[in-house]
């Protein structure tokens, strides 16, 4: 298998080909990239979010998942803002303030998957989203069109000069410039993750929260570490995937996925549909994936939710907003426990070793974007980039949302069945963002401006 990268923005697939290229591994290139993502992709993702990870060892032949999503506050919080989000024609329900933040957990894992499998040195790694804080990014297409359907929360405090600089929204081409994600960079490469929980990022959030009613506490920060654990295995179309549990339900739902080879594009619609309607949440997401020349592979997808409107002064650092994603609120809140997530980065093997790896954004389409994606590749045998490009179809309630191009006499059918279908005209950020390295090429998105690149040496 080739070495190469996928993710939600050119200038992150850059950073981590270019750490690959100066003999970094798989490990390495995902925190390189993840890193630049926090600052080329911060519409959809921040160094104060939280995300899961997981990593294929080639040498031990072993893989193991990592958690470090956001976790409960202790703290007493203010009152959270009530706000609803147009995509298209669904309103997504959303509450932003500072009282929203939870603990995050991005800095803790990329400590820690560096840590535990990198090569390079910290300071290293740091390089590529250095640069980019430093000189900017051109906004993507896809950045953009999410930005002005954000605009009212991205452009609340610091955002109004970062998003907004000449109160105009930023368009696609124009420069993102986050100066203070520059020093925010330059105190974790100095202090490490640590910086984030007991250093200067820290006494930075904390300060945020005293004066604005949040409710992460030192205590809480302190206590945060980023958690490994064993995978779930499940089989699917003649390869072993290996994932995670939670709310996508990756485990249960591949199971009972039809077999679509050789089925019509109707007959594929209609069988799929049925298994694919599910909730979730964490719209504003993105996701890196690599293998590197060695055959060790790593997926790692992270996340704001929406973001709270609050940045640290003088950090350009948006907070995340998870206690205001409705959808995460699985139960009670307990203090210093995770919160639930839809998030499942996942490896596939065949006979011949690792098959592929891939990772969405999306949120509730989170799910169903990983579903149709893997369903394309191991089951139909689409090249990835055809399978990531196929437009894609979303049950949410009693509506089948679908992107311009699915086919229309199945869509056709299920009026006549009586199901409301909410035609899209094209493809849409709305239906998920995958990033997927393969056997045969490596995939981003066009609905997130993805970009995916192999790199010479495997």
Same mark, same amino acid.
């Given at each position: ?19 690959l ?72 329900h ?24 990198? *090569? ?13 804080? *430093?000189?900017?990014v ?23 000069? !970062?998003?907004?600089?000449r ?37 930075s !959030? ?10 992460? =506490? ?12 064993d995978?779930?295995d ?41 298994v ?69 980065? =996942?490896?596939?093997? /065949? /006979? ?7 990772g ?7 799910? =169903? ?22 437009? *894609? ?5 009693t ?7 699915? /086919? ?13 279908? *909410? ?36």
């Amino acid at each position: 298998m080739e070495p190469g990268i996928a993710a939600g923005n050119p200038a992150t697939a850059a950073a981590g080909a270019e750490i690959l290229g100066a003999g970094g591994n798989a490990a390495d290139a995902a925190v390189a990239a993840s890193l630049a993502s926090c600052v080329a992709e911060t519409v959809m993702t921040g160094l104060l979010g939280g995300g899961f990870a997981i990593y294929w060892d080639a040498a031990s032949r072993t893989a193991r998942n990592l958690d470090c999503f956001c976790a409960v506050p202790s703290g007493e919080g203010a009152e959270l803002v009530e706000l609803e989000v147009p995509f298209g024609e669904e309103l997504v329900h959303y509450a932003i303030g500072a009282a929203s933040f939870a603990v995050p957990g991005v800095p803790a894992g990329l400590g820690a998957l560096h840590t535990e499998f990198g *090569r390079l040195p910290w300071r290293q790694v740091f390089e590529p989203a250095l640069r980019l804080a *430093r000189v900017g990014v051109p906004m993507t297409p896809a950045q953009a069109s999410c930005l002005a359907m954000l605009a009212p929360v991205m452009t609340m405090d610091a955002g109004a000069r !970062i998003y907004a600089p000449r109160d105009t929204l930023l368009q696609a081409g124009e420069l993102l410039r986050q100066p203070g994600i520059e020093k925010a960079l330059a105190l974790l490469a100095s202090e490490g993750a640590a910086s984030a929980y007991t250093g200067s990022l820290a006494q930075s !959030i904390l300060s945020l929260m005293r004066g604005r009613g949040g409710a992460v =506490t030192a205590d809480d920060l302190a206590a945060y570490v980023a958690r490994w654990s064993d995978p779930v295995d499940v089989e699917y179309a003649g390869s072993t995937l290996l994932t995670r549990g939670g709310l996508a339900g990756l485990p249960e739902l591949l199971p009972v996925l039809p077999v679509l080879r050789g089925l019509s594009e109707t007959e594929r619609v209609l069988a799929l549909l049925p298994v694919l309607e599910a909730t979730g949440a964490e719209t504003h997401t993105t996701n890196v994936s690599v293998v590197d020349t060695e055959g060790n592979a790593c997926v790692i997808t992270t996340s704001l939710g929406l973001g709270s409107g609050d940045f640290l002064p003088g950090l350009d650092l948006h907070l995340n907003s998870m206690l205001g994603e409705v959808d995460l609120i699985v139960g009670d809140l307990v203090p210093g426990e995770r919160m639930s997530s839809m998030m499942a980065p =996942t490896l596939a093997f /065949d /006979d011949g070793g690792l098959a592929l790896a891939l990772g969405a954004a999306g949120g509730t389409r989170l799910r =169903t974007a990983l579903a149709l994606v893997l369903a394309g590749v191991l089951d139909e045998g689409l090249a990835p980039q055809a399978a990531v490009d196929r437009p *894609r179809f979303h049950v949410t309630g009693t509506v089948v949302n679908a992107e311009g191009g699915v /086919d229309e006499a199945a869509l056709d059918q299920l009026e006549a069945d009586g199901r409301a279908v *909410r035609r899209w005209p094209g493809l849409h950020h709305y239906f998920g963002g995958v990033s997927v390295v393969t056997r045969g090429g490596a995939a981003g998105d066009p609905r997130r401006s993805g970009s995916a690149a192999l790199l010479p040496g495997g």
